[in-house]
């Protein structure tokens, strides 16, 4: 009960930050070459100015500015996102068909480079400056450096055209309509290279924390006075470092959660992923108004609701902090 | 090249033989029946209808779900697909339609020309993109019987021009579903078409792919072949030319994949990559100038810009086999209306290039350059990308300096036709079978502010204008060519728009498939024919 | 002189520093080995590196050299990096500096817009900033720059809350010193170190950012950047892969050396880390 309060006093604290972003991005979209009729012809490869003039009286661009924004915020508070110009749906059934592949993505992606950035840095802050130490660190500095979507290119080199064993795009395989546990192995197959190229350079910045973190509380007099007690090593680690370095790593999730979401809209690209990234791309291309804003509140939403969730978890691994707070 | 000619050998069995079973004299294999024809599908359009929509990108999937009155068979001529016969009453006002009996939509109801007359009135003279234009001197269709359509036109309306548009404009959809439901473009149906053709519509998830079966009740007798088409959509073309190669794309249509990976699967034998059955796409890469800019309305400008390009050297290595230099705004695979001369040409030529520009009083200044200009690339198509970065290269060469100015889709449109905030633009022009659908619009004065693909470079030309006008009403076969023939050639003195490399559509296709590219728009055809073997 | 020792007392800061000065020495030779336009017609399409002695690194699919973009390439990116990193630091201690100094409400406006901007993803903001405003270089490093402040407005802000009541602070106060001069001309150079450092990291980021937009086709197609390459490398990378190879590990050195030198610099202004 007291996580919804607090859950719901959180949103409510966020509404007037959402406000901002909406009335921001629609004023600044306002100022775009070219409209979503524009952007219809062009993909259409032809059409006369009557069809353009009727095509915008009926996606209401005939009506003022501010009669535009009136009408969105005005559909807002009634909770509907309005309709989609290209998809010819409302925005919010478009954004929940996209929604699963982008949050499978980030999802598979933060977990992988959590836990492995968490083993290696612990493996490197182990075996500080030995060959471990300096062979991890010197791969994490290269994944962090690399442009993520370079990697998914290369890697499709490698992995898809050269060995030929993984999918070089796509969701799933469309062409055998699988079921069950074999859908989702095949979806699985097809997740793994876009796992690794968003998850890559994060796991790079966790390894990195994990290991510093490590390093820092390795000193700390309880470790010592733990190890002098003769506690064995592992447990020395598990129970007391590993407690205190999550902090900063948990915060960092917290504050890339927005990052990654933008470096989703790259990766979905290479990799041909029908996520909300490339349905963000698409949409500024094609200057779909509602479906953007509908993504940038559905993203911001995303955005806040991992921040909560970071709280909580940071409350329970530091029980220092309240989270009334 | 191996394929071109086996592609070629194709063609000319196919009209050899019936129509039917143009292999027969090929290879002797019975067609089979079943299993299931995967497309590459690139470009999402907004919805499926193609009565609302005249675009590839639609006829790609609509195309095989509906079907329109006329097609073209083979030789490109036309040929009845919904109506059986047509007539032209000698004034050219009235055009009369006997339509297909026994033909029923996928839902059960029979399809009659009240279909016919509410797609007609409601949906092409209304809606569809360049149908508004062709349709605008419609004023009814009149249905005395069922099986009857008679167009009824204000002005004359050559027979020839209706029926060379209606393979693209032509198509119908089913009145009961669309009348009283409200406003036409919002209606579900747009995303789950119902139709006449050989392929029934099953399921379109977005992003991802769209699914069709076979129609068992198909009016043409043994037909369709296939159980399945399935589109994928792929947006990236380096991963479709992957899927291909892997098996899980039979055919991409329409030029979808790079120029690279389609001469390299262009030399493997498991697929076949030709331009055959893509001839009724036909399209020029264009260059548009504005006259706003003092220079360019200066036409020693223009033509030393046109002398300043080695077409020839750009088509050699940028382009492959698969272009050639166009030689004006009708191309060459328009047999009905290309002409015996297309006025001139100007041929690469640097220093006449130059001459023209010093003749013009633009002698070069400070680090050799002369002048410099806004070139607007469309963002369709790598071989725009590659031919403003070679006009770049090219221009530099005389002293023009060349900023790309980079922009999508809806910024293009808006700027060059709407703004007019551009020096050069280049793109595509793509021909419709006749020249008053889609080519004089380019070059016609009077073009409302905005228009996208017509005149907006600030030039009027009043013979142009005239030959135009009189082509468009022109009922006789003969004369109507003439015409666009001093068209073409006042285009090309002129040169408001240049247009030096012509262009169709590249098909990739798997070696499988049978019955495949045998008509100029294939791709956009219905299928009703096409199957794979073993 | 102790920090300098400090410096070159790390292996990586070392080889950072090298690294960096190859790029520097890459983008300041760009126009004496490669006087031409690098984005002129060189030679046919697709040659492949090694294959022709006139084009060490091979052409790409425009026919233009590759190891002459490398080399302008450098100075866009840098020029990119740097400029937008400014743009970026700069707008973040504004922001953060009055948050911090002023508190109370005119610390939570500028709070809510930094969370505004933290909580829309950054690449979404760039992609619709230069659609907006059209791909030239010029918006294209604004825009980078104007996504990538909030962390640096953070950053100084707890400066500032941790300085605004240390005693030289007061006692300027009590002299009568106007808020502006207090803020940028007492408290910020105390504050300056760790956003300084964390320019480094900006950097990178402004560097990568660019190198994503050129690969969607977004950026400035009239100069020569390394992002412009891979994208361009893009269409042809089934089998011409080295286009989209070559630039992609100039990006890496360079956002490599960047971040050691920053990593470099923050261990020797904060010793007792680096002593461990």
Do not use: C
């Not at chain 1, 592949?101 to 490197?124: D, H």
């Not at chain 3, 992609?127 to 953070?154: E, K």
């Amino acid at each position: 009960m007291r996580v919804l309060t607090l859950a719901g006093r959180r949103l409510a604290a966020s509404i007037p930050t959402l406000i901002l972003i909406l009335i921001g991005v629609f004023l600044l979209l306002q100022l775009a070459p070219g409209d979503t009729v524009d952007a219809m012809m062009a993909q259409m490869g032809g059409g006369d100015a009557a069809t353009a003039k009727q095509l915008r009286e009926f996606y209401g661009l005939d009506l003022s500015v501010w009669a535009q924004l009136g009408n969105y915020l005005w559909r807002l508070v009634r909770l509907d996102l309005g309709f989609s110009a290209i998809y010819g749906k409302p925005v919010a059934t478009v954004i929940a068909e996209r929604l699963p592949a982008t949050i499978l993505l980030m999802t598979a992606s933060l977990s992988f480079a959590f836990f492995f950035g968490l083993i290696l840095g612990v493996v490197a802050a182990r075996g500080v400056n030995k060959w471990p130490d300096t062979l991890i660190s010197t791969l994490g500095l290269l994944f962090y450096a690399m442009p993520t979507f370079w990697f998914g290119l290369m890697a499709i080199v490698v992995f898809s055209i050269y060995l030929q064993w993984l999918p070089a795009g796509g969701f799933e395989d469309i062409t055998v309509s699988y079921t069950g546990l074999r859908r989702t192995l095949d979806i699985a197959l097809h997740l793994v290279l876009p796992t690794l190229t968003l998850g890559l350079f994060y796991m790079a910045i966790y390894l990195r924390i994990m290991r510093g973190s490590m390093l820092e509380v390795l000193n700390l007099d309880f470790v010592r006075t733990a190890r002098s007690k003769g506690m064995d090593e592992t447990r020395v680690v598990v129970r007391h470092v590993l407690r205190n370095a999550l902090l900063p790593m948990v915060t960092l999730i917290g504050l890339q959660a927005g990052t990654m979401l933008g470096g989703s809209v790259v990766v979905e690209s290479v990799f041909s992923l029908p996520g909300l990234g490339r349905l963000a791309y698409e949409s500024v291309i094609q200057r779909d108004l509602n479906t953007l804003l509908g993504i940038i509140f559905v993203s911001a939403l995303l955005v806040i609701t991992i921040n909560f969730i970071v709280d909580l978890l940071y409350a329970r691994l530091d029980p220092r902090i309240t989270t009334g707070s | 090249m191996d394929m071109t000619r086996r592609a070629a050998l194709m063609t000319s069995a196919a009209i050899a033989s019936s129509v039917l079973f143009p292999m027969r004299s090929f290879g002797q294999e019975t067609p089979r029946k079943g299993g299931v024809f995967t497309v590459h599908y690139g470009a999402e359009q907004r919805q499926l209808n193609p009565s609302l929509q005249a675009s590839t990108g639609v006829y790609i999937i609509g195309g095989k779900i509906q079907e329109q009155l006329v097609d073209l068979d083979a030789k490109g001529q036309p040929v009845g697909v919904l109506a059986e016969s047509w007539e032209a009453a000698p004034d050219g006002k009235t055009i009369t339609f006997k339509l297909r009996p026994g033909v029923t939509w996928h839902d059960g109801k029979p399809f009659t020309s009240a279909d016919v007359q509410f797609t007609a009135m409601e949906m092409w003279k209304k809606i569809l993109n360049y149908g508004t234009t062709l349709q605008l001197f419609l004023t009814a269709v009149d249905t005395p019987d069922p099986l009857t359509a008679v167009f009824r036109y204000e002005r004359p309306m050559p027979l020839n021009l209706l029926l060379r548009a209606l393979p693209d404009l032509g198509y119908v959809s089913p009145r009961h579903l669309y009348e009283g439901k409200g406003d036409i473009r919002q209606n579900p149906v747009n995303l789950a078409p119902v139709g006449t053709g050989p392929f029934k519509f099953v399921q379109y998830e977005r992003g991802q792919h769209v699914i069709a079966e076979r129609n068992p009740n198909y009016w043409r007798a043994n037909a369709p072949y296939l159980d399945r088409i399935v589109w994928r959509v792929v947006t990236d073309r380096a991963a479709a030319a992957a899927q291909m190669e892997a098996g899980q794309i039979h055919y991409s249509p329409f030029s979808g994949l790079t120029i690279s990976d389609s001469a390299r699967l262009g030399k493997d034998p498991r697929f076949i990559v030709s331009t055959k059955g893509n001839e009724g796409n036909a399209r020029t890469n264009t260059i548009e100038f504005n006259f706003r800019r003092k220079e360019l309305a200066d036409i020693r400008v223009r033509r030393a810009i046109a002398h300043a390009l080695d077409i020839p050297f750009f088509i050699e290595n940028f382009l492959g086999d698969f272009a050639k230099r166009g030689t004006g705004p009708v191309p060459s695979v328009s047999t009905d209306f290309y002409p015996a001369d297309n006025g001139p040409q100007y041929p690469f030529d640097k220093k006449l290039a130059a001459k023209l520009l010093d003749e013009a009083g633009f002698k070069p200044g400070a680090g050799g350059t002369r002048f410099s200009l806004r070139l607007l690339p469309a963002p369709w198509g790598e071989d725009i990308s590659l031919f403003s970065t070679f006009i770049q290269q090219s221009l530099a060469d005389v002293g023009i300096k060349i900023e790309i100015v980079r922009t999508d889709g809806g910024g293009y449109l808006k700027q060059v036709y709407d703004d007019h905030a551009f020096d050069l633009a280049t793109g595509w022009h793509q021909y419709r079978n006749d020249p008053a659908v889609s080519t004089t619009v380019w070059y016609r004065s009077g073009q409302p502010k905005g228009a996208p693909w017509t005149n907006q470079w600030d030039w009027t030309d009043p013979t142009i204008d005239k030959i135009i006008d009189d082509a468009a009403t022109e009922v006789d076969v003969a004369k109507r060519k003439a015409l666009y023939g001093d068209f073409v050639r006042r285009a090309n003195t002129e040169l408001p728009i240049w247009t030096p490399i012509e262009q169709i559509f590249l098909t990739a296709i798997s070696a499988k498939a049978r019955n495949h590219s045998n008509t100029p728009r294939w791709g956009s055809s219905s299928w009703h024919d096409l199957w794979l073997a073993e | 002189m102790d920090l300098v020792k400090l410096y070159f007392r790390s292996p990586p800061a070392v080889i950072g520093l090298v690294l960096l000065i190859l790029v520097l020495a890459m983008a300041a030779s760009a126009d004496i080995l490669y006087p031409r336009d690098p984005l002129a017609l060189a030679g046919r399409p697709l040659i492949w590196p090694f294959s022709n002695p006139r084009f060490l690194l091979g052409t790409d699919n425009s026919g233009r050299d590759i190891a002459a973009q490398i080399f302008h390439g450098a100075r866009i990116s840098l020029l990119i990096g740097g400029v937008a990193t400014v743009i970026s630091i700069m707008i973040g201690i504004t922001v953060g500096a009055f948050a911090g100094y002023y508190g109370s409400w005119v610390d939570t406006a500028l709070m809510r817009v930094t969370e505004a901007f933290q909580t829309l993803p950054n690449f979404l903001l760039l992609l619709v900033l230069v659609a907006v405003f059209g791909s030239t270089i010029t918006t294209v490093t604004v825009a980078i720059g104007i996504v990538s402040w909030p962390a640096s407005a953070r950053l100084t802000r707890a400066e500032f809350l941790s300085l605004r009541n240390r005693e030289f602070v007061q006692a300027g106060r009590t002299l009568g010193l106007k808020d502006i001069r207090l803020i940028f001309g007492e408290i910020l150079p105390n504050a300056l170190p760790p956003v300084i450092v964390y320019a480094s990291v900006v950097m990178a980021i402004a560097i990568l950012l660019e190198s994503a937009l050129a690969f969607l086709k977004l950026s400035d197609p009239n100069v020569a950047s390394w992002g412009n390459l891979i994208g361009a490398g893009r269409d042809v990378l089934r089998v011409q892969w080295y286009v989209s190879a070559i630039p992609g590990i100039a990006i890496l050195v360079t956002v490599l050396a960047v971040s050691l030198v920053g990593q470099g610099l923050n261990d020797a202004l904060n010793p007792r880390l680096k002593s461990r």
